[in-house]
């Protein structure tokens, strides 16, 4: 089993920054990739950025040159810095873990973020 605990999330103005953090922890299975989701209120969950095992990222047009996802192997543990924070970006930010040779993926309980002045 594995678990995603996320950090970072809160209040933030409009053209400010912030930084969601996720740890990992149980089994987990390598590679993976390890990636952030949003899902605001009346809209489907979407992917905000992915990195792989291998430090290949992929963003969502809507993010790309405003975030930045890392993560560090040894710690298990996934970052996403994001930068001129749009009232659009409030959504609830979702943690996930998924092994590349396993169906199953891995969610987090989620963190709120809110844009707004």
């Known amino acids: 089993q594995v678990q995603l605990v996320e950090s970072g999330g809160g209040l933030v103005q409009p053209g400010g920054s912030l930084r969601l953090s996720c740890a990992a922890s149980?089994?987990?299975?390598?590679?993976?990739?390890m990636g952030w989701y949003r899902q605001a209120p009346g809209k489907q969950r979407e992917l905000v950025a992915l990195?792989?095992?291998?430090?290949?990222?992929n963003y969502a047009d809507s993010v790309k040159g405003r975030a930045t996802i890392s993560r560090d192997n040894a710690k298990n543990t996934v970052s996403l810095q994001m930068n001129t924070l749009k009232p659009e970006d409030s959504a609830v930010y979702y943690c996930?873990?998924?092994?590349?040779?396993?169906?199953?993926?891995?969610w987090g309980q989620g963190t709120q973020v809110t844009v707004s002045s």
């Open positions: 996930n873990l998924k092994p590349n040779y396993n169906a199953r993926s891995y």
């Open positions: 149980g089994i987990i299975f390598r590679p993976n990739d």
């Open positions: 990195i792989s095992s291998g430090g290949i990222t």
